[in-house]
């Protein structure tokens, strides 16, 4: 359906006293318009009119770079190479055809080619532009005065690249494979600049046709899932990842405790293990090694979880006398509830209840009871030599 409402074509018209008047439009090449340097420069002027505000707080683009060109082996330049207000590059190809050419590909090219790019090399570039320009106006201070950060470290730059594609109008490739793109978490935008004549005056009608402006949001929102999900589920957790997330999640004062957790768990057990996706956790086992089941995890979300059912492939866990007297150890922490029923179950806690120091001594002392008490009964269960 959206295909086919991108093929329609809807004339401008003008009201005078008794009619109304259908524009006559034309092409950029029968005004006299040229690519480079009537287009590309009257909208590197006023970025705006490509990127329009979306509130009160200022311009939502910046352009960085104009015939941005700088890798090896490459003689390829972006028409102009913008920022906007989240700190991602966009790449701007304009065309002043009827079908948009091959500027998709284009674009793709571009967007991958630039998609590394540091902060240091977008000042040097914006240095360059403003050279161009002969303009005394300091690079980086503009960028992160646009930005609205204290200095380079005030958030992550170019985490993501998007496209706009600029062109009299679009061929019906170039609008499929945009929808397809975009279904795919690629940000790609197509806006048409159709010129009209109107007493020997050119009038631009602007639109944006991908992604509808009513969808556009909707479409923003499921990229930045898309990309969210697919960062997690290729996640490697570490201490200091682990740490932010903590923090981030449930406060500082979490966020120390189980740094304590932690350092007391490497002196007493040795290496600890990170596991989970969305979810951290981390926590001591039984070996030494790291290997085997945890004994307790402590999660990303603020809490204490034990997976008693992952006890079971151990020989003594049939034996429930240890489970029983475990738990009897920890509910002698205010808040803890632990049933033996628990023993078949995986249950989760709050950190916070081990804040008091006197409860999470408590805590400490019933891990290294059940600690030594496994390696034991380890000992005796191995046949003998």
């Not at 330049?77 to 055809?97: H, M, P, Q, S, Y």
């Not at 951290?280 to 085997?292: A, K, N, Y």
């Not at 489970?323 to 922490?333: C, M, P, Q, S, Y």
Request: glycine residues 6%; aromatic residues 8%; hydrophobic residues 40%.
């Amino acid at each position: 359906m959206l295909r086919r409402l991108l093929e329609l074509r809807m004339a401008l018209h003008v009201i005078d006293n008794t009619n109304i008047h259908a524009l006559k439009p034309v092409t950029f090449e029968k005004v006299k318009l040229k690519e480079r340097g009537d287009l590309q420069r009257l909208l590197r002027d006023q970025i705006e009119i490509i990127f329009p505000h979306t509130d009160d707080v200022g311009p939502s683009a910046m352009v960085l770079a104009e015939e941005f060109g700088r890798w090896d082996d490459s003689s390829r330049r972006i028409d102009l190479l913008v920022i906007d207000r989240e700190a991602n590059l966009v790449v701007v190809e304009l065309k002043r055809t009827d079908d948009g050419g091959h500027m998709e590909l284009q674009a793709i090219r571009y967007a991958a080619m630039v998609s590394t790019m540091t902060f240091a090399q977008a000042v040097e570039a914006h240095e360059e532009y403003l050279r161009q320009r002969s303009s005394a106006a300091d690079a980086k201070e503009a960028i992160l005065q646009f930005l609205g950060w204290e200095d380079e470290a005030g958030g992550r730059f170019a985490e993501a690249v998007r496209i706009v594609l600029v062109s009299a109008d679009f061929s019906k490739e170039i609008t499929t494979t945009a929808l397809w793109l975009n279904e795919r978490g690629l940000d790609i935008r197509c806006v048409r600049l159709k010129p009209y004549e109107m007493n020997a005056k050119v009038i631009l009608d602007v639109q944006q046709l991908i992604p509808l402006p009513e969808a556009q949001e909707y479409m923003i929102q499921v990229g930045i899932k898309q990309r969210s999900e697919q960062a997690a589920a290729n996640r490697t957790w570490t201490w200091d990842s682990f740490l932010v997330e903590t923090r981030k999640n449930s406060g500082e004062e979490i966020a120390q405790l189980v740094r304590s957790i932690y350092e007391w768990s490497v002196a007493e057990f040795g290496q600890v293990r990170f596991s989970g996706n969305t979810s951290p956790r981390f926590g001591p086992t039984f070996r030494s090694d790291g290997s085997g089941p945890r004994m307790f995890l402590v999660k990303g979300n603020g809490q204490i979880a034990f997976r008693f059912t992952d006890w079971k492939p151990m020989a003594w866990s049939n034996d429930r006398v240890i489970g029983r007297e475990f738990l009897e150890r920890l509910n002698k922490i205010t808040g803890f509830d632990l049933a033996e029923s628990d023993l078949d179950k995986k249950r989760s806690l709050p950190l916070a209840l081990l804040s008091d120091p006197a409860h999470l001594d408590l805590f400490k002392n019933a891990a290294i009871w059940l600690k030594q008490t496994v390696l034991s009964a380890d000992k005796k269960s191995q046949p003998p030599p």
